[in-house]
């Protein structure tokens, strides 16, 4: 593996390129409803290359509330 920090990076999110600024990255993912992975591939010049993966949940449903009133409430 290599340290060189000048040695350049390509990155993909779920298979997208994406731009590293500083060291740092940002992008914007589309969710489905229910369980979504979101993979990170970063690759150096050599080939190498480091995969890491976080599984998360879009729950787009809204709640529900249901309230019960006793009988003869005035």
């Known amino acids: 593996s290599s340290n060189n920090p000048n040695m350049p ?3 993909t999110v779920n298979g997208q390129p994406v731009s590293i600024a500083g060291g740092q990255f940002s992008q ?8 979504n992975t979101i993979t990170i591939i970063a690759r150096d ?9 976080v599984t998360v949940t879009s729950d787009r449903t809204p709640p529900t509330v249901s309230l019960s009133v006793p009988g003869n409430v005035q």
Do not use: P, R
């Open 45 to 53: 010049a050599l080939g190498q290359e480091t995969q890491s993966s």
């Open 28 to 35: 914007n993912v589309a969710l489905n409803e229910g369980i």
């Open 9 to 11: 990076l390509t990155l």
